[in-house]
């Protein structure tokens, strides 16, 4: 466990993510955004990496403890995204039957188990939401249809917790016409929209984004996973803090005395790869702190701190 790099707005830990949180002062993180390993799929060539446990339960039991770490360094009104993929049981390998109970070609269910697992936990788990990947790789098979997203679960450690709706509402795309109902003459039932859409006087504040988000997945050089896109991570960022602390701050003001910008206003990704969501910090003018096991990712999340991209 090393610190491989520090300035005054950005850490970047070498080691497992349970050691380094451990370490990180309690309440110090205003949010979490982060995608760790998938149990089964890849194999990132580290010792002591998550997701090539020998068991679905055992997998969901060290990420519950890890983020037991998450809950002590998270501040009480912090906010956790959390991206995970699913798969299938496979005749050999890590998703082999004994791994799961089940035999070859069941889907497993990882994110829900881990969502679960989480709730019983104590965690709060305030949205599921579909990643949808429109250029996600079709099944080439013709028994199933192809799977095009992935979870993020959106968790709180309290039922009270910082979230920025407007921060991360979406334009409305042009007036509603009054519908056929609504317009005939008479008596209206109270679900006729009578109006434009959306009201005098709102047309700027944009609509909810809900919880279907469709974004393609970015190949990264230098990477050999899918990193995460940004414009996803800036998202999550975003929702995460109730103030303004915009690109346009200064890194002293980030690190102190603005108004909301101080120590809360923090990220983390304890397995940051090649550091997506720090970029997405670092560009909201919130700090970030990183954690991966492997030093190579570290060095490119690094330069694409530099880079702001
Ligand atoms: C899915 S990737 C993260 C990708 C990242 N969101 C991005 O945009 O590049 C998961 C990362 O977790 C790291 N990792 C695996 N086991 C770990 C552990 N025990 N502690 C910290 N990092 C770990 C891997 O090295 C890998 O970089």
Same mark, same amino acid.
């Given at each position: 466990m090393t610190l491989y790099h520090q300035d005054e707005m950005l850490a970047l830990h070498q080691g497992d993510a349970?050691?380094?949180?451990?370490?990180?002062?309690?309440?110090?993180?205003? +949010?979490?955004?982060?995608s760790p390993p998938y149990f089964g799929l890849r194999d990132y060539g580290m010792a002591g990496q998550l997701g090539q446990e020998a068991t679905v339960a055992e997998y969901v039991a060290r990420l519950v403890s890890t983020f037991a770490e998450v809950r002590r360094v998270l501040a009480d009104d912090g906010v956790v995204w959390l991206n995970l993929g699913d798969g299938y049981t496979s005749k050999s390998g890590p998703r082999r039957q004994g791994t799961t109970g089940l035999p070859p070609k069941n889907l497993i269910g990882v994110p829900w188990k881990v969502a679960f697992a989480l709730q019983a936990d104590g965690w709060w788990l305030r949205n599921a939401i579909v990643w949808t990947k429109p250029n996600a790789m079709p099944y080439s098979g013709t028994d199933r249809l192809s799977n095009v997203y992935e979870h993020v679960f959106f968790l709180a450690k309290s039922d009270r917790y910082a979230f920025n709706l407007d921060a991360v509402r979406e334009p409305y795309t042009g007036d509603r016409t009054p519908s056929r109902r609504a317009r005939k003459?008479?008596?209206?039932? +109270?679900?006729?929209?009578?109006? +434009?859409?959306?009201?005098?006087?709102?047309?700027?504040?944009?609509?909810?984004?809900?919880?279907?988000? +469709?974004?393609?997945?970015?190949p990264f050089k230098g990477a050999h996973f899918a990193p995460m896109p940004l414009r996803l991570a800036a998202r999550c960022v975003a929702a995460s803090f109730t103030s303004d602390c915009g690109a346009h701050t200064t890194s002293a003001d980030a690190g102190r005395g603005a108004p909301g910008c101080g120590a809360h206003s923090t990220v983390l990704d304890p397995f940051c790869g090649s550091g997506t969501s720090l970029v997405a910090s670092l560009a909201a003018g919130r700090r970030a702190i990183g954690v991966d096991l492997n030093p190579e990712y570290l060095s490119v999340a690094l330069a694409r701190c530099r880079d702001g991209k």
């Open positions: 349970s050691d380094v949180l451990r370490t990180l002062e309690a309440g110090s993180v205003g +949010a979490v955004v982060t003459p008479g008596p209206k039932k +109270a679900n006729s929209i009578t109006s +434009a859409w959306p009201p005098p006087g709102h047309e700027d504040r944009g609509h909810n984004p809900g919880d279907v988000w +469709a974004m393609p997945t970015q």
